[in-house]
C-alpha cells in the first residue's frame, strides 16, 4: 500500500511541477519568444541567407549571394569583391567556423579563410561540370571539399593548394558531414559512408538514391538526413525511419537541419516553415511574429537564441523572452488580471477585472464567481489568514477556508464595514486579518470574527486605501490615494503622515524595506525612501525608465522589480544606497516590456497584491492581458556584458585590423579606434567607457558610441583601454599598445647629429684661437685698425638705435592697421552686409545704428592716433 | 550629422553678426555655443555637450582678453576630444604671419578674414563636411 501512494505522489509531482510556472528549464520550443529581423535594408548586403555559424569568440557569421557577413549584434561587416578584390564570386553558399580559429566558406570557385587576415584559395580544377559545392573540416583539420563532378578535394595547407583525393563518387555531392572515424557524404544519388583509414565507401542502400540536402549528427551519434524529395530520415543503430508528407511531415523538401541544445531537432522546409522533433514526434513550430516559409538555413547559436536564415528575407533571431507568460494549458476566466496571491499550500490565487477568481493548484485550475457564490466579479484583493483566504471584491469581502472550495461567508457593510468596496486585505505576523475599504475604512478582525473598524481622523473619512505593509518592527503601514501614508503600531496608535511638496497627492501603490530599514514607498511620482532622519527620492531623473510604480518586489537575486504602465524595471536593491549617499546618483535600471517578450506592456496597479513573488521564485505580475511571469534566474544579468574587442585603428584614412606594432606618425589629427561588443540581445544597451592609460586619463563615458578620436601630438608609448557596462556589469577592459612616433627633429640620432656638431664646431674654434695667439705680430696692426673701426661703429651703432626706434613705431602702426583699424572696419562691414539680407525689427535695427555709430567713432580714433603716431616717427627721424 | 560649433570672439556685435551669419549658412541655431575668450571656450568644450554631437567647429578670433587664440591653440593642442574638433580662425588682422602661423596648427582648416560673409560660412560648412 505504502509504496504504490509512493509512485502515486510521484507521478503527481512528475506530472504537474510545469503548472507551477517553471520556465527556467524549458527549451526555447517551449518558451515564450521574440523575433527580430534583419534585411539588406538593415544591414546585410542580401536577403538570401545560405549558411549561419559563429566563431570562436562569438560573432555570427553568415553567407549569402553577396558575399559573407559578420555580425556582433549591432555591427554588419561585408567581405566581398567590394572589399576583397581577390574573390572570385560573391556567392558563398557554404560556410563553417574552423576549431582552429577563423571561419571558412566557399564559393563554387574558390575557398575563404577569414581571420584577421583574408586568405583565398582557388580551386584551379574549376570547371562548369567541376563547381564547388560543400566542403568540410574533419577532427585532425583536413580540409574535404566536394563539386558536383562526385570527385573529392581536399585542401593542403603547407601548399596552400586543393588538391585531389582519391575519393570520387557516382553523382554531385551536395553535403559532407565529419565522424569520430569518417565521412558521411551526401549525394543526389543517396548516402554514403567514407572510412579513411581503409580507404572504404559504403552506400546506404537502405536509404536508395535519394537527392540529399541537409544532415546532421545528434547527441547519441545517429544521423538525421534531409531529401529533396524524399523527406526526413533517422539513421539509428543500423535502423532508418522516414517521416515524409504521409505521416506528419509538412514538407518533403528539407533544406537545413540543426539540433538544438536540449535535443530537439529543428527541421527546415524549402516553402513551408520550421517542424520540430521532439519527445519522439513531429509537432509545427509556430512563432508569433515569425511567419516566414522558405527557409535557407538554422543555426542555434546557444540555449536561448536561434537564428533563422531565409530564401529572400533575410536573417531573423528567434530569442527566449525575458518576460514569459504562465504556461499553455492554464486558461484563465478573462484577461484583465488584477490581484495576485500565493496562499502557504503553494496555491496560486488569481483575481480578474470582472471574472472572478482562478484557483491554480499543483493539479488543477478552480474558479469562483457570481455563480457559485461569489459576491462579486470585480476582485481588487486577495490575501490568506491562517485559516482561509479573502477576496475583497466590489461588493463585499468574501471568506473561503483553506482546503474548501465554497465560499463561507461573505462580510459586508452589515457586518461593521465602513464599504462594500474592499480596496485591499492584508494578513500581519500578528494574526491581525486588516480589511481597507473605501470611505475611510481601516478595519481588523479579531479571532472572534467580529469587524472593528478603527477610529480616523476626519479628514481622512474620504480617503481611499492602496496598500498595506508590515516594516521590521510590525509597524503596519497603509498607502492611500492622495492622502499620505497611515503608520498603526502594535497598541493600535494611528500615525499620519503627509506627503508635502510635489510629491502632495501621491499616490501611494506599494512598499519596500531595504536592509537598512529605509521604507521605499511606491508612488506616482517615484520612488520615495524614508530613514528616521531623511528622505530620498528616485525618479526618472535618476535613471527609472518610469516613475509611476505600481509595485516593488524583491527577487532572490536581490534585484528589485517595480510594475508600471510602461512594463516592468529592475535595477539591483544594492543602487538604493546610491541614491542615499551620492546626490544626483544615476542608477543602472533595465526596462522589461515588449520587446522583452510581454505580451501587453501595461501593468495593473491600485489592487493588493499586485504581484507575486511564489515560492518557487518566479515572480508574476498582473497586467491588462495576461499574467507577466519572471524567472530571475534566466535574466542574465551579467553574461552578456562581460565582453568587448577592438576592431581596428584608423588615421590618415588607412585602417589596421592586425593591432599590434601600430606606429602613428607624430602630428595625426584623428586616429580612430573602433571597438564593439558581442550582444544580440540589448546592443543599444551597452554602454562604453574608454582612456588613453599614458595621459592619466578618468575612463571616459562615451555611452553607445563605438569609436574613439584621438589627437596625440607627443611622441611615446600609449596604451588604449575600452570597457563595456551592461545593466550596471562591467567586462574586463580591453587593451592594445600604439606608438606615436616622434618627427625626424625629435629623434634621438637627430639629436645626436646636433649634439656632434657643436662638439665638432668647439674643436675646431679651440683650433683656431689658438693659431690666431701665435700670430702675435699681427696684433699690433690690428688694434690699430679696430679703433678706427671701434669709433664708426659707435657712430653707427648711434644711427642704427634710431632706425631701430622708427621701425617698431612703424610695426606698430601696421599692427594697428591691421587689428585695431581693422576690427570696426570689420564690424561696419559685418553689419551692413547684415542689412543688406535680413529683415530686421525695430529694435534690432535700432541696436545696429548704435553700434555702427560706436564703430565709426572708435574707427575715427584709431586712424587719430595712427596720424599722430606716424608724425612722431616722422619728427623723430628728422631729428 | 550634429556638429557642434563654438563662436569665440570678445566683441558682443562679432558674436552677434556671427551667429546670424551661421544660422544662415545652414548651422543649426540650438548647435552655436558662444565664448568671450579662450578661456570660457575650453570650459564649453569641457562641458559634457560634445556627446549629443558628432563633429565639433570652433570659429576663433586671435585678438581677446584672458586668453587669446594662439593660447587657446596651444591649449587644445595636447587634449583628448571625444569628437573630431576643428578650427576655424576669423579675425580682423590681414597679416601674412599670422596667416601663416595660424596655417602650420593642427586642426586649423580654414583662416577667414573678418567679417565674417555667408558665402564663406558656406564655404566653410562644405569644407567641414568633406573632412
Given at each position: 500500500m505504502g509504496f504504490k501512494r509512493f509512485i502515486l505522489l510521484l507521478i503527481f509531482i512528475f506530472s504537474l511541477t510545469p503548472s507551477q510556472g517553471q520556465?527556467?528549464?524549458?527549451?526555447?520550443?517551449?518558451?515564450?519568444?521574440?523575433?527580430k529581423q534583419w534585411n539588406n535594408q538593415t544591414g546585410l548586403p542580401q536577403n538570401t541567407v545560405f549558411d549561419i555559424d559563429k566563431d570562436a569568440i562569438g560573432n555570427l557569421w553568415i553567407s549569402t549571394e553577396e558575399g559573407i557577413v559578420r555580425f556582433d549584434g549591432s555591427k554588419f561587416k561585408v567581405y566581398n569583391g567590394g572589399t576583397n578584390p581577390d574573390f572570385y564570386s560573391n556567392l558563398f553558399n557554404m560556410l563553417s567556423a574552423s576549431p582552429n580559429g577563423g571561419i571558412w566558406a566557399s564559393n563554387p570557385m574558390e575557398l575563404v579563410h577569414i581571420d584577421s587576415l583574408v586568405n583565398v584559395y582557388k580551386f584551379k580544377f574549376y570547371s562548369n561540370e567541376n563547381k564547388i559545392t560543400c566542403f568540410e573540416e574533419d577532427k585532425d583539420g583536413k580540409l574535404w571539399v566536394g563539386t558536383d563532378s562526385g570527385n573529392i578535394y581536399h585542401l593542403n595547407h603547407r601548399s596552400k593548394s586543393i588538391e585531389e583525393s582519391n575519393v570520387k563518387l557516382d553523382a554531385p555531392v551536395n553535403f559532407i558531414k565529419s565522424l569520430s572515424n569518417g565521412l558521411l557524404i551526401g549525394t543526389t544519388n543517396g548516402l554514403y559512408e567514407y572510412l579513411p583509414a581503409r580507404n572504404e565507401l559504403k552506400y546506404f542502400s537502405e536509404l536508395g538514391p535519394i537527392n540529399i540536402t541537409a544532415i546532421t549528427v545528434d547527441n547519441e551519434q545517429s544521423f538525421w538526413i534531409g531529401s529533396q524529395t524524399n523527406g526526413l530520415f533517422h539513421i539509428k543503430n543500423d535502423s532508418v525511419i522516414q517521416f515524409a508528407e504521409r505521416n506528419g511531415l509538412k514538407e518533403n523538401f528539407i533544406i537545413a537541419l540543426d539540433i538544438s541544445p536540449t535535443g530537439e531537432v529543428l527541421i527546415g522546409t524549402s516553402s513551408s516553415g520550421l517542424q520540430v522533433f521532439k519527445d519522439g514526434k513531429l509537432s509545427d513550430f509556430q512563432v508569433k511574429g515569425f511567419d516566414f516559409n522558405d527557409i535557407k538555413s538554422i543555426f542555434f547559436y546557444s540555449d536561448n537564441?536561434?537564428?533563422?536564415?531565409?530564401?529572400?528575407?533575410?536573417?531573423?533571431?528567434?530569442?527566449?523572452?525575458?518576460?514569459?507568460?504562465?504556461?499553455?494549458?492554464?486558461?484563465?476566466?478573462?484577461?484583465?488580471?488584477?490581484?495576485?496571491?500565493?496562499?502557504?499550500?503553494?496555491?496560486?490565487?488569481?483575481?480578474?477585472?470582472?471574472?472572478?477568481?482562478?484557483?491554480?493548484?499543483?493539479?488543477?485550475?478552480?474558479?469562483?464567481?457570481?455563480?457559485?457564490?461569489?459576491?462579486?466579479?470585480?476582485?481588487?484583493?486577495?490575501?490568506?489568514?491562517?485559516?482561509?483566504?479573502?477576496?475583497?471584491?466590489?461588493?463585499?469581502?468574501?471568506?473561503?477556508?483553506?482546503?474548501?472550495?465554497?465560499?463561507?461567508?461573505?462580510?459586508?457593510?452589515?457586518?461593521?464595514?465602513?464599504?462594500?468596496?474592499?480596496?485591499?486585505?492584508?494578513?500581519?505576523?500578528?494574526?491581525?486579518?486588516?480589511?481597507?475599504?473605501?470611505?475611510?475604512?481601516?478595519?481588523?478582525?479579531?479571532?472572534?470574527?467580529?469587524?472593528?473598524?478603527?477610529?480616523?481622523?476626519?479628514?481622512?473619512?474620504?480617503?481611499?486605501?492602496?496598500?498595506?505593509?508590515?516594516?521590521?518592527?510590525?509597524?503596519?503601514?497603509?498607502?492611500?490615494?492622495?492622502?499620505?501614508?497611515?503608520?498603526?503600531?502594535?497598541?493600535?496608535?494611528?500615525?499620519?503622515?503627509?506627503?508635502?511638496?510635489?510629491?502632495?497627492?501621491s499616490d501611494i501603490l506599494s512598499f519596500y524595506e531595504d536592509d537598512k530599514n529605509t521604507i521605499w514607498i511606491g508612488t506616482d511620482k517615484g520612488l520615495i525612501g524614508f530613514n528616521d532622519d531623511a528622505y530620498f527620492i528616485l525618479n526618472k531623473e535618476n535613471g527609472l525608465k518610469f516613475s509611476?510604480?505600481?509595485?516593488?518586489?524583491?527577487?532572490?537575486?536581490?534585484?528589485?522589480?517595480?510594475?508600471?504602465?510602461?512594463?516592468l524595471q529592475n535595477f539591483h536593491a544594492d543602487e538604493l544606497e546610491r541614491v542615499k549617499f551620492e546626490e544626483n546618483a544615476i542608477i543602472s535600471v533595465r526596462l522589461f516590456n515588449a520587446n522583452n517578450g510581454m505580451k501587453n506592456e501595461e501593468a495593473n496597479g491600485g489592487v493588493f497584491p499586485a504581484g507575486w513573488r511564489l515560492s518557487n521564485g518566479n515572480i508574476w505580475f498582473p497586467t491588462v492581458e495576461g499574467i507577466a511571469v519572471i524567472d530571475p534566474d534566466v535574466i542574465e544579468y551579467y553574461k552578456e556584458a562581460s565582453n568587448v574587442y577592438i576592431e581596428h585603428i584608423k588615421f590618415a584614412n588607412q585602417v589596421y585590423t592586425r593591432i599590434n606594432n601600430i606606429q602613428v606618425p607624430s602630428g595625426t589629427v584623428n586616429i580612430e579606434i573602433e571597438y564593439s561588443s558581442i550582444n544580440f540581445t540589448?546592443?543599444?544597451?551597452?554602454?562604453?567607457?574608454?582612456?588613453?592609460?599614458?595621459?592619466?586619463?578618468?575612463?571616459?563615458?562615451?555611452?553607445?558610441?563605438?569609436?574613439?578620436?584621438?589627437?596625440?601630438?607627443?611622441?611615446?608609448?600609449?596604451?588604449?583601454?575600452?570597457?563595456?557596462?551592461?545593466?550596471?556589469?562591467?567586462?574586463?577592459?580591453?587593451?592594445?599598445?600604439?606608438?606615436?612616433?616622434?618627427?625626424?627633429?625629435?629623434?634621438?640620432?637627430?639629436?645626436?647629429?646636433?649634439?656632434?656638431?657643436?662638439?665638432?664646431?668647439?674643436?675646431?674654434?679651440?683650433?683656431?684661437?689658438?693659431?690666431?695667439?701665435?700670430?702675435?705680430?699681427?696684433?699690433?696692426?690690428?688694434?690699430?685698425?679696430?679703433?678706427?673701426?671701434?669709433?664708426?661703429?659707435?657712430?653707427?651703432?648711434?644711427?642704427?638705435?634710431?632706425?631701430?626706434?622708427?621701425?617698431?613705431?612703424?610695426?606698430?602702426?601696421?599692427?594697428?592697421?591691421?587689428?585695431?583699424?581693422?576690427?570696426?572696419?570689420?564690424?561696419?562691414?559685418?553689419?551692413?552686409?547684415?542689412?543688406?539680407?535680413?529683415?530686421?525689427?525695430?529694435?534690432?535695427?535700432?541696436?545696429?545704428?548704435?553700434?555702427?555709430?560706436?564703430?565709426?567713432?572708435?574707427?575715427?580714433?584709431?586712424?587719430?592716433?595712427?596720424?599722430?603716431?606716424?608724425?612722431?616717427?616722422?619728427?623723430?627721424?628728422?631729428? | 550629422m550634429k556638429i557642434l560649433s563654438v563662436i569665440v570672439d570678445d566683441d558682443d556685435l562679432v558674436i552677434y553678426l556671427h551667429k546670424v551669419v551661421l544660422e544662415e549658412a545652414g548651422f543649426n541655431a540650438e548647435d552655436i555655443f558662444t565664448a568671450i575668450n579662450g578661456k570660457e571656450a575650453l570650459e564649453v568644450l569641457n562641458q559634457s555637450v560634445q556627446d549629443d554631437y558628432n563633429k565639433c567647429i570652433i570659429f576663433l578670433d586671435i585678438n581677446m582678453p584672458v586668453m587669446d587664440g594662439w593660447e587657446f591653440l596651444e591649449e587644445m593642442k595636447n587634449r583628448i576630444h571625444t569628437i573630431p574638433t576643428f578650427i576655424v580662425m576669423v579675425t580682423s588682422s590681414v597679416n601674412i604671419e599670422d596667416r601663416e602661423k595660424a596655417k602650420s596648427v593642427n586642426n586649423v582648416i580654414d583662416y577667414i578674414e573678418k567679417p565674417l560673409t555667408i558665402s564663406k560660412a558656406e564655404n566653410v560648412l562644405k569644407l567641414f563636411k568633406d573632412i
Open positions: 520556465q527556467s528549464s524549458n527549451s526555447i520550443f517551449e518558451s515564450n519568444l521574440v523575433v537564441l536561434l537564428w533563422i536564415g531565409t530564401s529572400g528575407s533575410g536573417l531573423y533571431l528567434l530569442r527566449k523572452a525575458e518576460v514569459q507568460e504562465i504556461p499553455e494549458d492554464i486558461h484563465l476566466t478573462g484577461n484583465v488580471i488584477l490581484p495576485i496571491f500565493e496562499d502557504k499550500n503553494k496555491n496560486i490565487w488569481i483575481g480578474t477585472a470582472g471574472n472572478g477568481v482562478n484557483k491554480i493548484s499543483s493539479n488543477k485550475i478552480e474558479y469562483f464567481s457570481k455563480e457559485n457564490g461569489l459576491s462579486n466579479g470585480v476582485i481588487l484583493s486577495i490575501y490568506g489568514s491562517d485559516e482561509a483566504i479573502y477576496i475583497g471584491t466590489a461588493n463585499g469581502l468574501n471568506e473561503i477556508l483553506l482546503g474548501s472550495s465554497t465560499i463561507n461567508k461573505v462580510y459586508t457593510e452589515k457586518d461593521g464595514l465602513a464599504s462594500n468596496i474592499i480596496k485591499a486585505v492584508y494578513f500581519s505576523s500578528g494574526k491581525t486579518l486588516w480589511i481597507a475599504t473605501r470611505s475611510g475604512g481601516i478595519h481588523y478582525l479579531n479571532g472572534g470574527k467580529k469587524i472593528i473598524q478603527l477610529e480616523l481622523p476626519e479628514f481622512l473619512t474620504n480617503a481611499e486605501f492602496n496598500s498595506f505593509f508590515e516594516d521590521m518592527d510590525g509597524n503596519i503601514w497603509i498607502g492611500t490615494k492622495g492622502s499620505g501614508l497611515l503608520i498603526i503600531d502594535e497598541n493600535k496608535e494611528i500615525k499620519h503622515v503627509s506627503l508635502t511638496g510635489r510629491l502632495r497627492n509611476e510604480i505600481y509595485n516593488i518586489i524583491e527577487d532572490h537575486n536581490n534585484f528589485l522589480w517595480l510594475s508600471g504602465n510602461q512594463g540589448d546592443p543599444g544597451a551597452i554602454n562604453y567607457f574608454y582612456r588613453i592609460k599614458e595621459l592619466d586619463m578618468d575612463w571616459e563615458n562615451v555611452g553607445n558610441r563605438r569609436v574613439g578620436y584621438f589627437t596625440i601630438l607627443e611622441p611615446g608609448e600609449y596604451t588604449f583601454e575600452v570597457k563595456s557596462e551592461l545593466f550596471g556589469a562591467f567586462s574586463k577592459p580591453k587593451a592594445f599598445s600604439f606608438a606615436v612616433v616622434p618627427f625626424f627633429y625629435q629623434t634621438l640620432w637627430f639629436k645626436a647629429i646636433i649634439l656632434f656638431s657643436i662638439i665638432a664646431l668647439s674643436i675646431l674654434a679651440l683650433d683656431y684661437f689658438y693659431r690666431r695667439k701665435k700670430g702675435v705680430e699681427l696684433a699690433d696692426l690690428v688694434e690699430r685698425r679696430t679703433s678706427e673701426l671701434k669709433r664708426s661703429n659707435e657712430k653707427l651703432k648711434v644711427a642704427f638705435k634710431d632706425i631701430e626706434e622708427q621701425n617698431i613705431k612703424l610695426k606698430e602702426i601696421a599692427w594697428i592697421q591691421s587689428h585695431i583699424v581693422r576690427a570696426p572696419l570689420a564690424r561696419l562691414l559685418g553689419v551692413v552686409d547684415l542689412l543688406s539680407y535680413k529683415k530686421l525689427e525695430d529694435k534690432e535695427l535700432k541696436n545696429l545704428f548704435v553700434n555702427l555709430k560706436v564703430s565709426g567713432e572708435e574707427l575715427d580714433s584709431v586712424i587719430r592716433d595712427i596720424v599722430r603716431k606716424s608724425e612722431e616717427v616722422i619728427k623723430d627721424s628728422e631729428k | -
